[in-house]
Every structure is written in C-alpha cells, then in structure tokens.
C-alpha cells in the first residue's frame, strides 16, 4: 500500500519569501509518480508540479521546484517568490501500481504581505 | 478545453434519503475518477474508469455506492439511504487523450467539487 505524509499542517511565509513543504511517501513500487497539487479556498484542486520516480532531475514550473531525494522517500515543494495567491491548501499525492492518486492530509499555505 | 464540471454544487439532503452527483469530464478524456474528501483531510480514492469500465472501486465505496459511466462520457455517482458519515465533497477527475489501453501516467485534472452535507 501508498502512504503520503506530510508533518506540516499548517506554514507561513512572507511576500516574495522563499517556503518549502515537505512530504515524505512510501511505495514497493518500482514506477511512479509524485504530485504537488494546490487547493485555493474555492476548492478546485489545480495541479502544480509532478514528478516521475524514474528522472533524476528535479522538476521545475516557473517559482515551483521540488526536491526529489529517492533513497530517502522524500518529495518537498519549494515556493519562490512567495505570492499573495499562493495561499492555499497543498497537497502532495503519489501514483503507482494503479491509476488512484495517494494523496497526504495537506498543508495550509498563508502568504503575509 | 473546457475543465471538468460537476453538478450540483451542494446537496443538502435527509438521512435515508438517495442523491445522484453527475460528473462530465475535459472532452476526449477517456479516464473518469471519483474521490471524496472530508474536512481536513486529502481526497481518497472512491472508483475509477476507463472510457465504460469500471476498473477499480475502493473498498471505501460501500454497497451504497453505486457509479456509472454509461456512454464514456459522463459519469453519475449515486449514495442510496444517505448517513451523516456520507458528508464529504465528493471530487471528479479525469485524464488521457487515447482511446487505447494507458501506457503513460496521465495527469488527473479535478472539477470543482459537490459538496453533500447530509442532516
């Protein structure tokens, strides 16, 4: 079975701060793949980031990057310049094995201006 | 493209009583799937299809439950005999562009949500 956690549950930054989330995940999988998704206050889950189990390099979206340590099971989002629309519930997921999306409890992001 | 859209919204509805949610995905997308997130928590996964075929149900997805996908279009979630526990918004994705077998992860675009409170 999938596991995701993410120990933060809440995180604040400031306004064109710098923020990292971490999310950590289990798997026997060989192949899979990891999911940052954003949730803003209106509930529709937009998809940030993904990354594939079998690339090395870490994927990359405009300020979003995330970094992949394999051997450790950890799958972290870093927020560049934070902005005031980047508040949002984040939510890490995994897939593997099957088409289902594992996804953690989430973090509440707060920018402060 | 259009995103995926769900109606209705909100369902307010007795114990006991039956609801229908109704799920259209991002046109072509031949992947349909159904998650249900409670306060505070992340999605869990409910049921899944691909294009009529229903591939995959959780065990979350009780006897209540039932999910269709008639023409692989659409697709309708029903609870029968609602219970206060079936509170949750419940969340349609879906994914893919082939008409044929997934080889690739695709990613799975989410609609925005029916939200049953049942009293």
């Known amino acids: 079975a999938q596991t995701v956690t993410q120990s933060q549950p809440e995180m604040s930054v400031q306004e064109a701060e710098t923020v990292t989330l971490s999310c950590t995940y289990d798997?026997?999988?060989?192949?899979?793949?990891l999911f940052w998704y954003k949730q803003p206050p209106s509930r529709q889950m937009i998809l940030v980031i993904r990354q594939e189990a079998y690339k090395q390099q870490n994927a990359t979206e405009n300020r979003f990057s995330v970094n992949f340590q394999k051997a450790a099971k950890s799958f972290s989002l870093k927020i560049s310049d934070s902005q005031l629309g980047d508040a949002a519930m984040y939510f890490c997921?995994?897939?593997?094995?099957?088409?289902?999306?594992?996804f953690g409890k989430g973090t509440k992001l707060t920018v402060n201006p | 493209d259009t995103g995926v859209s769900q109606n209705p919204r909100h369902k307010i509805t007795k114990r006991g009583q039956n609801v229908t949610f109704r799920c259209d995905p991002i046109?072509?997308?031949?992947?349909l799937y159904w998650y249900r997130q409670t306060l505070g928590q992340g999605p869990e996964f409910l049921t899944y299809?691909?294009?009529?075929?229903?591939?995959?149900k959780s065990r979350l997805l009780s006897d209540r439950f039932s999910a269709e996908r008639p023409k692989g279009s659409f697709s309708t979630l029903e609870i029968q005999r609602t219970e206060q526990g079936d509170s949750a918004m419940y969340l349609c994705a879906s994914s893919g562009r082939d008409r044929g077998p997934a080889t690739t992860t695709d990613t799975q675009y989410f609609g925005p949500g029916t939200r049953l409170t049942v009293l």
């Open positions: 798997t026997s999988e060989s192949d899979y793949y």
């Open positions: 997921a995994s897939q593997g094995g099957s088409e289902k999306l594992v």
């Open positions: 299809f691909q294009n009529e075929a229903q591939l995959e």
């Open positions: 046109s072509e997308h031949n992947r």
